[in-house]
């Protein structure tokens, strides 16, 4: 199997050196100019003499100290993008899964009862995608091929994929909602995001509409959510991320009907790595000028 440093050796002149222990991090991180990883924690940044650039192995940066990496001028980069396909076929997948009823045909044959039941389309459907950036654009593609209606919000509408037919910016949710069938979100997790899905905008759905979080789960307010799946205010809901993880044994979540759990793994993917070495090789290619893509800080 390739790793990253194979294929980052394959895009650039760099022999990236590997550490596989903690131990060795804290070795290597000290002359390093330029690391690539999960995450710096406290004790690394503080032996980071050399670094000038830390290219996150994630889209979310949510757990690296931001200020600090400022104040130190070490520019972070995150791997945007690299998900996108995966995890939006992985919505696609949701999305089916409740207009065609997959649940219940998957829990009738695991119990072997043969007993029809009718099912939906997802075509011309109304999908709201919260955060229209690299991953919700390739959400809002897949859905507008199979004839569905798209709209969304993103900071910068103009900015906004041809695949979306009505983009407003955040302060205009709600109004989105009224009318969605399907929301879908796909925002990072900022102060003005956390908590953004509480009881107010689960009022403001349509009770036959379902909510897909692929996003981060301080995003929703867990338990609110909870409470509308139960009192049926929504339809359902399709979860890969939850405010805490593993998700607790004792989560009421995993009783419910009308959700579909997975394992934080949305972005999982064979070409994972590929596609994360071409878009450090990229940037690797204009670090020169200072040209890093994807750059937080």
Partial sequence: MRTLADEIRERTDLDPEVARTPKESREMVPGAEIVLGYDLSEELLERADSLAWMQAL?????????????????????????????????????????????????????????????????????????????IGSRVAELCSALGCRVTGTKRHPDSAPDAADDVR???ELQRLLADADHVVIACPLTEETRGLFDGDAFTAMRSSATLTNIARGGIVEQDELVHALQERDIRGAALD???????????????????????????????????????????????????????IV
């Fill in 169 to 171: 910016p955040p302060a």
């Fill in 58 to 134: 994630s889209a979310g940066v949510d757990h690296y100290d931001l200020a600090a990496l400022e104040t130190r001028d070490i520019a972070l980069t995150n791997a945007s993008g690299v998900h996108a396909e995966p995890i939006a076929e992985q919505v696609l997948g949701y999305l089916l899964a409740f207009e065609r009823r997959f649940p219940r045909a998957f829990d009738q044959q695991e119990r072997g009862v043969w007993e029809g039941f009718s099912a939906g389309e997802l075509k011309g459907k109304e999908v709201c995608v919260v955060g229209l950036g690299e």
């Fill in 241 to 295: 991320v939850f405010e805490e993880e593993p998700l607790p044994e004792e989560s009421p979540l995993w009783d419910l009907s009308n959700t579909i759990l997975t394992p934080h793994m949305a972005g999982s993917t064979p070409e994972y790595w590929s596609r994360l070495a071409e878009l450090f090789a990229e940037s690797y290619r204009n670090y020169p000028d200072g040209e890093l893509r994807n750059r």
